[in-house]
């Protein structure tokens, strides 16, 4: 008797953590929607339309788990915060948003640009966080955070080399921190200093992290600014699946090496981040779905809407896990890394953007 009730405890907590995240990805989403609209008209309306929902779910997060860790109910509630599986599910959706025929038939300047511009970031990022003495996984997530697409980028950064979530959470929050400017300086620059429309599209889609904060700074900056910076940043985007493959292998075979016994390619197998193959097979789906069904945005719209819900429950998640101990064990040096490495970003983005747009 006493079997079974241990056995129902635990789920019980689980379905009410479980519903704890429920809860919070609803007002994450509803204030997401309700702030624009109630900013709308008045001195607040460029802050109200820019701040996205990864803010208020890890808002809300944080702060559910500051009640919750009062109340001492979080380590109950803890095995419904499925963190790993809502992040995974978004990404493998994400992919129905890189439409790899626009890719291949516009965005010849964008690939040269994403490979040059992702190859430099990172290596800097990398270079610097060795320099600073940072932990291996934290400096990966730094890394193809700063040089990707952030946020996305450290999730599959972190599925591949295994990291803490507590590193994972601190990647995202440095992102959101840093793009929030990014979107109002970005354009006023680019205005103050005359750039082309194409030219600071590319900028944009260079260098702000996320794909929420370029499509803010696009609008911002003008229809063709917007445009060229979505092509980029999905361009970016669409070599996630690369980055994730290289560190797995770099992670297996230098990092973290297995016995001698298991082979190569069992290692790369074993850690790489399978969700990665969704993510690249929705894209192909996706794509030809698009060139063969000429009223296929709409359904594209609802895989991307399903997406939002993922990561919003994913953010939330991340708050209610979220441990301070760790980050203070970090110190000064990652935000150093990823400050620096934004400033190589700034430079060689607006360097590459006005050589080939």
Known sequence: MATSEQTRKPLLHAALGVLVVLVLSWAARYLSGAVPKATKGTVLEGV????EFPIYAILLGLLGNAVLSATGLRDRLAGGFRTEFFIKTGLVLLGASINLGVIASAAGPAIIQSVVLIS???????WLGGRLGLDDKLRALLSAAVAICGVSAAIAA????QAKKEQLAYSASLVIVFALPSIFILPLVATTLGLDPRVTGAWIGGNIDTTAAVTAAGTLAGEESLQIATIVKVTQNALLGVVAVALTAYFALKV???????????QLWDRFPKFVLGFLATSVLATVYLANVPSGKAAIGVVNDLRTWFLILAFVSIGLEFRAGALKQAGWRPVGVFA????????AALGLAVLLF
């Not at 109200?48 to 701040?51: E, K, L, P, T, Y």
């Not at 972190?158 to 080399?161: L, P, S």
């Not at 973290?256 to 069992?266: D, F, I, L, T, W």
């Not at 620096?340 to 430079?347: K, P, Q």
């Open 48 to 51: 109200g339309a820019s701040v």
């Open 340 to 347: 620096a490495s934004t400033g190589v970003n700034v430079l």
């Open 256 to 266: 973290e090496r297995k016995p001698v016994g298991v082979s190569a390619g069992r």
């Open 120 to 126: 430099v970031v990172f290596g800097f990022s990398w």
């Open 158 to 161: 972190a599925g591949a080399v």
